[in-house]
């Protein structure tokens, strides 16, 4: 199993950089494929972007690419999201996922294991 927690969100302007971090615990976090969703208020948690256990293998909703990268440090238990030119509507609850199935989907049945989630709001 993996816990994973979330930090990094906060309040920015619109254009700002912010960066996510998801650090997980537990034994062997190499071998989780890792996803990232958003939950805006009154709308259904989406699929931001999600990378391979290797790293090696990205991809990404067609409303945060070229804005936003995923990444990990396996080395440090940890996933990242750098989100780059926000928009207001990016304000939304992030949240980290893992998986082991090697589904690497877009769903959220695809992923097992899921962090409490950042805020991150912003304005205009």
């Known amino acids: 199993q993996v816990q994973l927690v979330e930090s990094g969100g906060r309040l920015v302007q619109a254009g700002d950089s912010l960066r996510l971090s998801c650090a997980a615990s537990?034994?062997?976090?190499?071998?989780?494929?890792m996803g990232w969703f958003r939950q805006a208020p009154g709308k259904e948690r989406e699929f931001v972007a999600a990378?391979?256990?290797?790293?090696?293998?990205?991809y990404y909703a067609d409303s945060v690419k070229g804005r936003f990268t995923i990444s990990r440090d396996n080395a440090k238990n940890t996933a990242y999201l750098q989100m780059d030119s926000l928009k207001p509507e990016d304000t939304a609850v992030y949240y980290c996922?893992?998986?082991?199935?090697?589904?690497?989907?877009?769903?959220?049945?695809?992923?097992?294991?899921w962090g409490q989630g950042t805020q991150v709001t912003v304005s205009s």
């Open positions: 537990g034994r062997d976090f190499g071998t989780y494929d």
């Open positions: 996922a893992a998986d082991r199935s090697r589904r690497w989907g877009s769903r959220l049945s695809d992923y097992g294991y």
């Open positions: 990378i391979r256990w290797s790293g090696r293998s990205t």
